[in-house]
């Protein structure tokens, strides 16, 4: 299959960690922005930085910036829509997105939600995990999203719409189940205690 194009989801309000960008957060003296980086490069034709504000405090990652094209921080759709919208200028057919507060995710992250959409019109899918209660948990800012929906998308963003899952299950979007060993492959730092816990699990190989 074609590589996708990547976008890093990092349009958030950090509001559990006081504001600012958690992806500019240190972690194992590197920020964890630049570990995700590290993480989708090798997996994606090429990636963008989905943020609001000013762009220059993202200038050293050298990557292209996709602010939200619909106002009021509607959540991770609008920076979805954004990736895709910047896709399309692109030429490409798809993208991957991240989140930037989320060092731990799968190296295999894109092939295995590519695998997962196989025969699907429009690829469109969202990364789980096992869960022992609930079967299994989707996590809504990790997908593979058709660049084809985007309009669709933006007006479903127009009419209110603001929970992710609501719309790929609109579309008959799947899921790509990932496993779960010492930690959670998608858990992201949140919170001051969610990053000690980063930095604990960093120091054991995650």
């Not at 600012?20 to 922005?33: F, H, N, R």
């Not at 992250?109 to 196989?118: I, T």
């Not at 060993?181 to 949140?190: A, G």
């Amino acid at each position: 299959m074609t590589p996708p194009l990547g976008v890093i989801l990092a349009g958030g309000l950090a509001r559990r960690m006081g504001g600012g960008d958690k992806g500019l957060l240190s972690l194992g003296g590197q920020t964890i922005l630049a570990r995700v980086i590290d993480r989708l490069s090798p997996q994606v034709a090429g990636l963008g930085l989905n943020a609001n504000g000013d762009p220059a405090r993202f200038e050293e990652f050298g990557l292209p910036i996709l602010p939200d094209t619909v106002e009021g921080f509607v959540g991770p759709l609008a920076g979805v829509l954004a990736g895709l919208e910047w896709a399309a200028q692109e030429g490409a057919d798809s993208i991957v997105t991240a989140a930037a507060d989320t060092p731990f995710f799968p190296a295999d992250l894109v092939p295995r939600l590519q695998l997962a959409s196989e025969g699907m019109a429009h690829p469109l899918v969202l990364a789980a995990t096992p869960d022992p209660d609930k079967g299994q948990v989707r996590h809504p800012t990790f997908g593979l999203w058709p660049v084809a929906l985007r309009a669709d998308l933006r007006a479903a963003l127009q009419g209110g719409l603001r929970k992710v899952v609501l719309w790929t299950d609109r579309h008959q979007g799947r899921e790509a189940v990932f496993p779960v060993h010492r930690v959670d492959p998608f858990f992201n730092v949140n919170t001051p205690e969610d990053l000690a816990r980063a930095e604990t699990l960093l120091a054991g190989n995650t």
